[in-house]
């Protein structure tokens, strides 16, 4: 079965500070990733996502993230944060194939703190 | 245009109650997908529904039921209500069935 797994449940970070939030998934085909921002009490923002081709991705808000086939992993990335940045982070993978074709599988997000 | 439209935004029902939830898509999208997410968590697949078809059913017990008309919007039933049940229901919508974009969700809170 499909899984993600993102390490950091809270991070905390200054203002003008880069960012890297980790994601690690399983899944048994070529993933379809996605990234999503929640703020609170709100529905979730697609940031970005990667089907295939150029494995670093670009999205909205500065946001990029790079998918490592070799470390199953989808991390995502910011040189300059900006305190409009304080959220919840969801990295996720969808299930191309077979039953429950479209199913998403969330990891359990990380929050985003960031300082002054 | 509009986005993904959930109504209500907030709903507080009484244990053992059923409840209905709604979602309108994107003009144009034919897949719409419902999710629970319980504060603390990311969200959990319940169902997708694909040209008013049930495309995948996640694991919720039977309580919870799905439905998607031929404008494409959808209805979410719960019925015999738990306080577990308390949680922001998101549903989404995709053309092709695979990228998707999320509404505000329906705070559902059971007492």
């Known amino acids: 079965a499909q899984s993600v797994t993102q390490p950091d449940i809270h991070i905390t970070v200054s203002e003008g500070a880069s960012l890297e939030l980790r994601c690690n998934y399983s899944?048994?085909?070529?993933?379809?990733l996605f990234w999503y921002v929640q703020s609170p009490g709100q529905g979730l923002q697609l940031l970005l996502k990667y089907f295939s081709g150029d494995t670093l991705v670009q999205g909205i808000k500065g946001f990029e993230a790079e998918f490592k086939r070799s470390q199953s992993s989808f991390n995502l990335r910011k040189p300059s944060v900006h305190w409009s940045d304080a959220a919840e982070y969801f990295c996720?993978?969808?299930?191309?194939?077979?039953?429950?074709?479209?199913?998403?599988?969330f990891g359990q997000g990380t929050i985003l703190t960031v300082h002054p | 245009d509009a986005g993904v439209t959930q109504s209500p935004t907030h709903l507080i029902k009484t244990r053992g109650q059923q409840v209905t939830l709604r979602c309108s898509p994107i003009?144009?999208?034919?897949?719409v997908s419902w999710y629970q997410q319980v504060l603390g968590q990311g969200p959990q697949f319940i169902f997708q529904y694909y040209e008013k078809e049930e495309r995948g059913r996640g694991n919720f017990p039977d309580r919870f039921s799905a439905r998607q008309f031929p404008n494409y919007s959808s209805e979410l039933n719960v019925n015999a209500l738990l306080l577990g049940d308390s949680a922001l229901y998101l549903c989404?919508?995709?053309?092709?069935?695979?990228?998707?974009?999320f509404g505000s969700g329906t705070r559902l809170t059971v007492v």
């Open positions: 003009s144009g999208h034919k897949s």
């Open positions: 989404a919508s995709s053309f092709e069935g695979i990228g998707y974009t």
């Open positions: 899944y048994g085909a070529t993933p379809y």
């Open positions: 996720a993978v969808v299930n191309a194939g077979g039953t429950s074709y479209g199913k998403l599988t």
